[in-house]
Structures are given as C-alpha cells and as structure tokens.
C-alpha cells in the first residue's frame, strides 16, 4: 500500500464549486503538505501542518483553506473554484529522524477548473 | 524572488553517458538540500540528498555534489539510462525545525537510447 494517497486523481469542475482534495497517510508522520504544480513553475507550498492543531499558510494559501481532521488526514478545500487554480495538486508527508527534511509525496490530483 | 534556480529547463543526453543538473540557490541559511524526480501522472519521489556539513553524497549512480561558497549543487547520473527521462526538482531547507522546502523549477532530463 502507498504511504501516502490522494483522492480523487483527477476531478473537472466549474467556476464558483467548492471542492475538497482528501489527503491520507499510513506511516503516522506528523507532519503534512499540500502544494500545487504548475507548468514551468515547479512546487508551490500553499499549506502545512505539523501536528493536528496546527496549521500554517505556505506561499500561495489565497483561495484555500485546509483542515486537519486526524494525524492522518489532510484535506485541501476550494471554497469557490476559479480557472487559474487549474493545476496539479500533490500532498506530501515529512519525515523523522536523521531525515528531518525530506518530505515524500503522494501520487497527487490534477484539477480542472473550467 | 526565486530562492533556488534551475537554469536549465531541459537537458538531453546519450544513454550510457553522464548527465549534470545543476542548481543554484541564493538563500545562504538552506541547510539541507535535495534531490527529486519525477515522472508524469506520478508524485514526485526523493532521490538523494545532501547536508551543508559535506561536499558529496553517492548513491549508486547518483551523486550529489555541494559547493558552498559558490551557493551551487549538482546532480551527476553515471551511467545514464533511458529510465532516468523525467523531470528533476533541486529542493533546499534551512534545517533547524524549519520543515519546509523550497523547490525549483525543475530540468526535464532526456535519455536517448
């Protein structure tokens, strides 16, 4: 099984929708991401959380809100959808350890905002 | 301001040769720098990676080299193999309890057989 999984993989909506990007990870890391990837312009953090009650806006969090229902679940919202957060969405876990820094990413969700 | 560059957005080489990414970073608290490819419709998936406190990791084929005072790190592929085509994230982090990296914007390798 994957450590980290993303629903749902691909999803086509429409200006003005909300729309959740569910995120769950099975290695109980506590800390989680979520970035968006555009073409040209790498991985964007748009939220974190390194722990259940904390949560932290990245560098792109305008048009985005995220809850952290348990240490393992991570959703991503888009309260109202616009054409320009057409992107691909990836969730990430960071680890522990002499690895600190390194994050492992799941297989991620392309959204289409139309 | 783009704190780590990756100048070359594409990069073709011959199987069985070397290939070099490089990157460059202007933040001089990153700490703790990474590797990462990625192949379409997947997630990107961590290579290697390389601690301030050295000026080289190997892994296999891959070698990460760091140079400090020129704020530049390299990824070497030897031999290279037409399963290495995908794009690759350079990535850094200050360290500490900092947990947040930041990427660049990634050089699509080719490997032609």
Request: net charge positive; hydrophobic share 30%; glycine share 8%.
């Amino acid at each position: 099984d994957a450590d980290v999984t993303q629903t749902p993989r691909n999803r086509i909506t429409k200006t003005g929708k909300r729309i959740m990007l569910e995120c769950s990870q099975t290695k109980g890391h506590d800390r989680m991401y979520w970035y968006r990837q555009d073409p040209g312009l790498g991985l964007r953090l748009i939220y974190y959380s390194f722990d259940v009650k904390d949560i932290n806006k990245g560098e792109i969090s305008d048009g985005y809100s995220v809850s952290r229902q348990a240490q393992a679940k991570f959703s991503l919202s888009l309260e109202s959808a616009i054409p320009n957060q057409t992107a691909l969405y990836f969730c990430a876990i960071g680890t522990s350890g002499s690895l600190a820094d390194t994050q492992y990413f799941g297989p991620g969700t392309r959204l289409t905002v139309l | 301001d783009q704190q780590v560059k990756q100048n070359s957005p594409s990069l073709s080489v011959q199987e069985g040769r070397i290939s070099i990414l490089n990157c460059d970073y202007t933040n001089s608290m990153f700490d703790y720098f990474l590797w990462y490819k990625k192949y379409p419709a997947e997630g990107p998936t961590f290579l290697i990676s390389i601690s301030s406190i050295k000026d080289k990791n190997e892994d296999g084929r891959f070698t990460v080299f760091l140079n400090k005072s020129a704020k530049h790190l390299s990824l070497h592929i030897v031999p290279s193999q037409p399963g290495d085509s995908a794009v690759y994230f350079c990535a850094a982090s200050p360290g500490g309890s900092n947990y947040k990296l930041t990427f660049g914007k990634g050089t699509l390798l080719t490997v032609n057989p």
